[in-house]
């Protein structure tokens, strides 16, 4: 098979639907993450999340993606709340108590790993694909899970949309107006949990942050609008998701969910050069034209005084 001929493969099919999926829902989810300055945040909790699915195989004994996905969002939440705890409790900034959760998390994720790959059923519980993902092992109903989160996700980002804005850009605003800011702000750290919960399985713990703020990123460069920006960041995703399923099935040996993190930033590298405002190409074109323009005037002003010299001189 050839070109878009693969496509009609239906395991094929299921890949690409659920690649577009969650590249739409989390470029949507993301802009908001990355507008509140928490592009760390999708990180920590992604990597949070492989100790709550190492938990769930070793209390259930079972490779269930259900269970994983239970896991994994009760472990990303349990670290939503320990960011949250420490940054109010103590003189720790937000960043460096991502980082102390990043790491911890991942480290205990990483002891309980080996563990569980030196018992008796280790090798065959699959465990550490979702280190980097394997979009390949996804099944109708996976892609039917992934179909109603993702929707989910879309439906909640637009009935907040507004409460969200606020929050992005002003959250003392928000509270003057009576809006509750810290149920807001749990709201938005719980979808990006769900979020990273659904790309564990495709994306990986490792890279899943990448799909989710790397759209969005690329998006700010094209738009000072909040709404454009949520739909192209979305549209980006997307069509990282379509691309990198399509490259991982022209050629063999070659995964999914990295080509797929790697659509994304071709993306993001193409909106730094070329976009019209914000992009280094038109940031160039505009500091020649300034530059061109002040020696115009230069000139004109040098040229007005030697007429005026010459004026005074004939006078």
Known sequence: MSGFEVFLDPNTQWILMGSILLGLSSGVLGSFAYLRKQSLMGDALAHAALPGVCIAFMITGTKSILFFLIGAAVAGILATFAIGFITRNTR???DSALGIILSVFFGFGI?????????????????DKFLFGQAASMVQSDVNTMMVISLFLITM????FKEFKLLSFDPGFARGLGFPVAFLDQLLMFLIVVAVVVGIQAVGVVLMASLLITPA??????TERLG???VLSGL????SGFLGTWVSTMAHHLPTGPLTV???????ILSVLF??????????????????EVLMNKAQCKGNGMNHVKEGKVG
């Open 275 to 292: 976009a019209p405002k914000r992009g280094v190409i038109a940031k160039v074109l505009l500091r020649k034209a300034v530059r061109k």
């Open 262 to 268: 790697l659509a994304a930033t071709i993306i993001f």
């Open 92 to 94: 720790i900034k937000q």
């Open 157 to 160: 980002c637009i009935l907040f």
């Open 236 to 239: 980006f995703g997307l069509i």
């Open 111 to 127: 002891v309980l790993l080996t563990q569980i790959q030196h018992s008796e059923s280790g090798n065959q519980s699959g465990l």
């Open 228 to 230: 454009v920006m949520v």
């Open 217 to 222: 990123v690329a998006a700010r460069y094209w």
